[in-house]
């Protein structure tokens, strides 16, 4: 197990500001949470990187942003109207609800008593109903997943960029499930943001991709941080694919509770764009499950010889939440510094860094060392790094410790020496190894720019 417990990583959070359960002041509402000041700016640097290595730093994918209210046909011909769902189970003693496939030696978690209902299917799916009229018949879901907007939009992108396979459609934003039972922190929750590729191949070639993805998104959660031997690959049995796969990968990573997902890759065949498809008998489609008269398009694109085919699908997605988890499981460190003294210092990669550097005065309130540290502060941003943060704290000990906690690499120290001697020189200190340079001010852009371009 690793040496991260989650009462830690749930006591920093909520200390200095990461992550905050939802609506505290009236109790909470259960697997929903809130990212503060600073859990913020980790998540989006987590989107960031994500966004980079899939839309940026490639030539065959494009962005998508889709709504989050969804038509209730999208939903229905998806499946996910009749099989997005778990097995529950009541206790018929404390009343309790669970998953019936969390349930151990028979035994209700709650009170252990073993008398239970049998198992039956909870639709996941949050249902709303959409306009003024609360009828019944006017109703659409909140998206259980990202992906379903990649699929009905595939014929606009296709059209609007000319593509050709390979070629994928990335999309971040929020998702929802109506979980039994969640818990483990921000790991199993009610809404929470996926990052989702579709990835678009000829038929026959989606085993090759499959692996390829496998191996690159092993590769990309190494360069957030995460050590390969934390990580796992669990193959899903035939007999627990998801409706629309024909074959999975899990990356698992070793929660502070236990090795568990962190992403998945599946091969979703042509059965997505194949059931959102009008006239399907013409498409050769391998797998589909309705038949669609509702539908005005053929999802399809033509191959390099010219037929119209409907393309397979390898799909890496990964939950945001469950990344933020495993960096900051990751990272978080306790030193003993010898003499009685330890620190906490979270190690994160510096991309991901909420803060990436802290203008410290030497003096609390003294005016020109302050007007200095806005001066560099300014001068800093002009980078386009990221945060940096001006403290006015005057204790330069306590800043260093609160800026080793939340991650920040670099704090930048303005003392008398700054403003007195020619040329102006500040203290930089790294928070891994806690040494401290002495560096020009002139000389700061350059230094912080080769430090954090990489
Ligand atoms: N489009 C495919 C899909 O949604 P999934 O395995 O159900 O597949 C993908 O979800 C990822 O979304 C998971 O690997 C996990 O990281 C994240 N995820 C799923 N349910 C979640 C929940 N209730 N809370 C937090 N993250 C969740």
Same mark, same amino acid.
Request: proline share 6%; charged share 25%; net charge negative.
């Given at each position: 197990m690793p040496a991260t417990s989650m009462d830690q990583l749930v006591s920093?959070?909520?200390r200095r500001g990461f992550i905050f359960q939802?609506?505290? @002041?009236?109790?909470?509402?259960?697997?929903?949470?809130?990212?503060? #000041?600073?859990?913020?700016?980790?998540?989006?640097? %987590?989107?960031?990187?994500?966004?980079?290595s899939m839309v940026y730093e490639r030539d065959d994918i494009e962005g998508l942003d889709a709504a989050i209210l969804t038509n209730q046909k999208v939903l229905h011909y998806s499946g996910h109207e009749d099989t997005f769902s778990d097995p529950m189970t009541d206790c018929r003693k404390c009343k309790g609800r669970f998953?019936?496939?969390? *349930?151990?030696?028979?035994?209700?978690?709650?009170?252990? +008593?073993?008398?239970?209902?049998? #198992?039956?299917?909870?639709?996941? !799916?949050?249902?709303?109903?959409?306009?003024?009229?609360?009828?019944? &018949?006017?109703?659409?879901? %909140?998206?259980?997943? =990202?992906?379903?907007? @990649?699929?009905?939009?595939f014929k606009n992108v296709v059209d609007s960029t000319s593509r050709k396979l390979p070629f994928g459609i990335a999309q971040i934003g929020k998702s929802f499930r109506n979980e039994i039972t969640p818990r483990n922190f921000i790991f199993r929750v009610r809404e929470f943001e996926q990052a989702e590729l579709e990835y678009f191949v000829m038929p026959g070639e989606d085993e090759k991709w499959h692996e390829i993805w496998k191996e690159a998104r092993i590769k990309w959660w190494e360069e957030q941080g995460l050590k390969r031997e934390h990580m796992n690959i669990y193959t899903?049995?035939?007999?627990?694919?998801?409706?629309?796969?024909?074959?999975?990968?899990?990356?698992?990573?070793?929660?502070?509770?236990?090795?568990?997902?962190?992403?998945? @890759?599946?091969?979703?065949?042509?059965?997505?764009?194949? $059931?959102?498809t009008k006239a399907q008998e013409e498409?050769?489609? =391998?797998?589909?499950?309705?038949?669609? #008269?509702? &539908? =005005?398009?053929? %999802?399809?694109? !033509? +191959?390099?010889d010219n037929k119209w085919v409907v393309p397979f699908v390898i799909e890496p997605s990964m939950g945001v939440d469950r990344g933020v988890l495993a960096v900051m499981t990751e990272a978080y460190t306790e030193e003993d510094l010898g003499g009685g003294n330890s620190r906490v210092v979270l190690k994160l990669k510096k991309h991901l860094a909420p803060i990436k550097v802290a203008v410290i005065p030497l003096k609390k309130n003294n005016e020109q060392? !302050?007007?200095?540290?806005?001066? *560099?502060?300014?001068?800093l941003l002009k980078l386009g790094i990221g945060r940096v943060a001006l403290e006015n704290t005057g204790n330069i000990g306590k800043a260093y410790r609160r800026h080793d906690e939340v991650g920040t690499p670099l704090c930048i120290t303005v003392d008398f020496e700054t403003i007195e $001697?020619?040329?102006? &020189?500040? =203290?930089?200190?790294?928070?891994?190894? !806690?040494?401290?340079?002495?560096? $020009?001010?002139?000389?700061?852009?350059?230094y912080l720019r080769n430090y954090f371009v990489e």
């Open positions: 920093l959070c909520k939802n609506a505290d @002041i009236y109790g909470g509402l259960q697997g929903v949470y809130d990212y503060g #000041p600073l859990g913020v700016e980790l998540k989006n640097n %987590l989107k960031a990187a994500w966004w980079r998953r019936a496939d969390h *349930i151990k030696d028979g035994k209700c978690p709650n009170c252990g +008593s073993t008398d239970l209902t049998e #198992p039956r299917p909870f639709n996941l !799916m949050f249902k709303t109903n959409i306009g003024p009229v609360d009828d019944g &018949s006017s109703f659409g879901y %909140l998206r259980p997943e =990202t992906a379903q907007a @990649i699929f009905t939009q899903t049995p035939k007999d627990d694919l998801a409706h629309y796969a024909k074959a999975c990968y899990d990356i698992e990573y070793q929660f502070p509770h236990g090795m568990e997902e962190l992403e998945g @890759i599946a091969n979703r065949t042509d059965y997505d764009l194949g $059931n959102h498409m050769n489609l =391998t797998s589909h499950c309705h038949k669609n #008269p509702d &539908s =005005t398009q053929k %999802l399809c694109i !033509m +191959s390099d060392i !302050m007007a200095k540290c806005h001066e *560099i502060k300014q001068n $001697n020619q040329p102006e &020189s500040v =203290t930089v200190r790294d928070r891994d190894t !806690m040494e401290q340079t002495r560096v $020009n001010v002139a000389d700061l852009p350059n």
